[in-house]
């Protein structure tokens, strides 16, 4: 059976349901309503869908076709007039079938009792912002080494890392134990920050940030008023029906996942200026840190540093002011509720499933995020909206890197620059021959004194740079010191070995 291409709406007594089949023999159609449950039946076309509320057969239902555009409208009258029907919008919930819950993949091997495994809430109860401390495990093995939505995948990317090596930043991503990964990933961003790139943008920010800081997006055209359009509405229809539960734990897991992939989205979509073109499956993939390095931060603030920071080290365009500016609209889309978050996330997958490799992300964590946002209780996107507007502002100084000091390097140089120039248009053209000796003397001993004061600058911003490494290897120092360093399968052993 086809399922049909389709759109819902809603007034105070009916929800219209419009199907596109055309050239079918509208007399053979079959309708069926039932408690919340509406089927539509018309061979080669089948749709069942399952509304948050109930729907009612009391002879005002009715359909029509219209021949010209191939649609079947067929208003379907509301048990309750007047009631809102939520999530009309949420189209894999609506298609899947009743108690439909697709759960982590775990096996029961064995049970001391003959008690029913209890299906976990649809709803969690609420939860804090305050990550739960957790000691490190002891063991290593592959076999302990999950990642993607929710920790519930392994062994995924095993047979794709050599043939496309740069799929992920992370070396042995099904060999690296968890609590690597976010070292790992830090010596990463210090080794590849490039000081030049960002001061050039730095210095240059009208070329770029002046033409794109002013762009309007479309997510932000009529944000209370949109529908997924046809090539969306597809998309919907080849993910899995079914909805995700989590475990409360998972959820504040997953919605600050979900804060690292929109904001790597955004940047994407901004700089671009709303097009997609082939580096955009790169750029969001460089900046999200679980598409590179599987890596799920622990707090929203880690999550954001992490986002600004990579943005700052990897893309073609990287200021400060532009990831500020991200941030401002990622908080507008999540404001705006699951549909504008639904609609970003299957941009996401778009664009990741036509990539030769990067569509492997989508089956680990977009696939799994555009199912679980359209289920998740709105409750918490509405915690997680509060909590990103209680956070406070990202500075440069949360950065690993000596941004401020980069900065007053280069302004103390063009002011520098600024005195040479001054110097060398006071100069008089009539002047002596000794005058014009005096002045050469002078104009040198400035630029004595400029070299002096630029050596001192970088002597010190080295001993910054120096500083700021030896703070990420202390992160992981504990590592070298305890027994699991001698274990075979800690890559951190050989990267501490050649630091030292």
Same mark, same amino acid.
């Given at each position: 059976?086809? %399922?049909?291409?389709?759109?819902?709406?809603?007034?105070?007594?009916?929800?219209?349901?419009?199907?596109?089949?055309?050239?079918?023999?509208?007399?053979?159609?079959?309708? &069926?309503?039932?408690?919340?449950?509406?089927?539509?039946?018309?061979?080669?076309? !089948?749709?069942?869908?399952?509304?948050?509320?109930?729907?009612?057969?009391? #002879?005002?239902?009715?359909?029509?076709?219209?021949?010209?555009?191939?649609?079947?409208?067929?208003? /379907? *009258?509301?048990?309750?007039?007047?009631?809102?029907?939520?999530?009309?919008?949420?189209?894999?919930?609506?298609?899947?079938?009743?108690?439909?819950? $697709?759960?982590?993949?775990?096996?029961?091997?064995?049970?001391?009792?003959?008690?029913?495994?209890?299906?976990?809430?649809?709803? *969690?109860?609420?939860?804090?912002?305050?990550?739960?401390?957790?000691?490190?495990?002891?063991? !290593?093995?592959?076999?302990?080494?999950?990642?993607?939505?929710?920790?519930? !995948?392994?062994?995924?990317?095993?047979?794709?890392?050599?043939?496309?090596?740069?799929?992920?930043?992370?070396?042995?991503?099904?060999?690296?134990?968890?609590?690597?990964?976010?070292?790992?990933?830090?010596?990463? =961003? @210090?080794?590849?920050?490039?000081?030049?790139?960002?001061?050039?943008?730095?210095?240059?920010?009208?070329?770029?940030? #002046?033409?794109?800081?002013?762009?309007? *997006?479309?997510?932000?055209?009529?944000?209370?008023?949109? $529908?997924?359009? +046809?090539?969306?509405?597809?998309?919907?229809?080849?993910?899995?029906?079914?909805?995700?539960?989590?475990?409360?734990?998972?959820?504040?897991?997953?919605?600050?996942?979900?804060?690292?992939?929109?904001?790597?989205?955004?940047?994407?979509?901004?700089?671009?200026?709303?097009?997609?073109?082939?580096?955009?499956?790169?750029?969001?993939?460089?900046?999200?840190?679980?598409?590179?390095?599987?890596? %799920?931060?622990?707090?929203?603030?880690?999550?954001?540093? @992490?986002? &600004?920071?990579?943005? @700052?080290?990897? *893309?073609?365009?990287?200021?400060?002011?532009?990831?500020?500016?991200?941030?401002?609209?990622?908080? &507008?889309?999540?404001?705006?509720?699951?549909? =504008?978050?639904?609609?970003?996330?299957?941009?996401?997958?778009?664009?990741?499933?036509?990539?030769?490799?990067?569509?492997?992300?989508?089956?680990?964590?977009?696939?799994?995020?555009?199912?679980? /946002?359209?289920?998740? +209780?709105?409750?918490?996107?509405?915690?997680?909206?509060?909590?990103?507007?209680?956070?406070?502002?990202? %500075?440069?100084?949360?950065?690993?890197?000596?941004?401020?000091?980069?900065?007053?390097?280069?302004?103390?140089?063009?002011?520098?620059?600024?005195?040479?120039?001054? %110097?060398?248009?006071?100069?008089?053209?009539?002047?002596?021959?000794? #005058?014009?000796?005096?002045?050469?003397? $002078?104009?040198?001993?400035?630029?004595?004194?400029?070299?002096?004061?630029?050596?001192?600058?970088?002597?010190?911003?080295?001993? /910054?740079?120096?500083?700021?490494?030896?703070?990420?290897?202390?992160?992981?120092?504990?590592?070298?010191?305890? +027994? +699991? &360093?001698?274990?075979?399968?800690?890559?951190?052993?050989?990267?501490?070995?050649?630091?030292?």
């Amino acid at each position: 059976m086809l %399922t049909p291409k389709f759109s819902i709406e809603q007034t105070e007594k009916f929800v219209i349901v419009t199907l596109h089949i055309p050239h079918v023999k509208i007399s053979e159609s079959e309708i &069926f309503i039932e408690d919340t449950e509406f089927k539509f039946y018309l061979k080669p076309y !089948y749709l069942r869908l399952n509304f948050s509320n109930e729907i009612t057969e009391d #002879g005002s239902e009715h359909a029509q076709y219209d021949v010209e555009k191939g649609d079947v409208i067929v208003h /379907i *009258p509301k048990k309750n007039p007047g009631e809102d029907f939520t999530d009309l919008a949420m189209i894999n919930k609506l298609l899947a079938p009743k108690n439909s819950v $697709s759960k982590p993949k775990i096996e029961v091997i064995g049970s001391s009792n003959d008690q029913a495994v209890k299906p976990l809430p649809s709803f *969690p109860e609420d939860f804090t912002w305050e990550w739960d401390q957790e000691y490190p495990q002891e063991d !290593y093995s592959s076999d302990s080494v999950f990642y993607g939505f929710c920790n519930k !995948y392994k062994n995924h990317y095993a047979s794709f890392v050599n043939e496309f090596p740069e799929l992920l930043d992370l070396p042995m991503p099904d060999q690296t134990h968890p609590y690597n990964r976010k070292a790992l990933l830090q010596l990463d =961003l @210090l080794g590849n920050f490039d000081m030049e790139h960002y001061l050039s943008d730095f210095l240059n920010m009208n070329e770029f940030v #002046g033409d794109v800081i002013h762009y309007q *997006p479309r997510y932000m055209s009529n944000p209370d008023q949109f $529908s997924f359009v +046809d090539d969306e509405q597809q998309l919907l229809c080849q993910l899995p029906h079914c909805t995700i539960n989590i475990e409360k734990i998972e959820i504040k897991r997953a919605l600050i996942g979900l804060v690292d992939i929109l904001f790597a989205f955004v940047f994407d979509h901004l700089t671009n200026c709303g097009e997609i073109s082939v580096e955009s499956p790169w750029n969001i993939c460089k900046i999200s840190s679980q598409l590179s390095w599987l890596h %799920t931060p622990s707090t929203l603030k880690e999550c954001l540093q @992490l986002n &600004f920071s990579r943005a @700052l080290t990897f *893309p073609l365009y990287r200021h400060f002011d532009f990831c500020s500016r991200v941030l401002e609209d990622l908080k &507008f889309i999540v404001s705006k509720g699951r549909p =504008l978050i639904l609609k970003c996330l299957l941009g996401v997958y778009d664009i990741l499933r036509k990539h030769e490799y990067y569509y492997l992300h989508n089956n680990v964590f977009v696939k799994d995020y555009c199912l679980w /946002i359209q289920t998740v +209780d709105e409750r918490h996107v509405k915690k997680l909206i509060e909590a990103l507007n209680n956070l406070p502002v990202i %500075t440069k100084s949360d950065l690993p890197f000596p941004l401020e000091e980069f900065e007053a390097f280069t302004d103390m140089t063009n002011l520098e620059s600024s005195e040479d120039s001054e %110097t060398s248009c006071s100069t008089e053209s009539d002047e002596s021959t000794s #005058g014009s000796e005096s002045d050469d003397s $002078s104009s040198s001993e400035i630029d004595l004194r400029s070299m002096a004061v630029k050596q001192s600058v970088c002597d010190e911003n080295e001993d /910054i740079n120096m500083s700021c490494l030896s703070a990420a290897i202390d992160n992981i120092s504990l590592a070298k010191n305890s +027994d +699991d &360093f001698n274990k075979p399968a800690n890559v951190l052993k050989p990267l501490i070995e050649e630091l030292d």
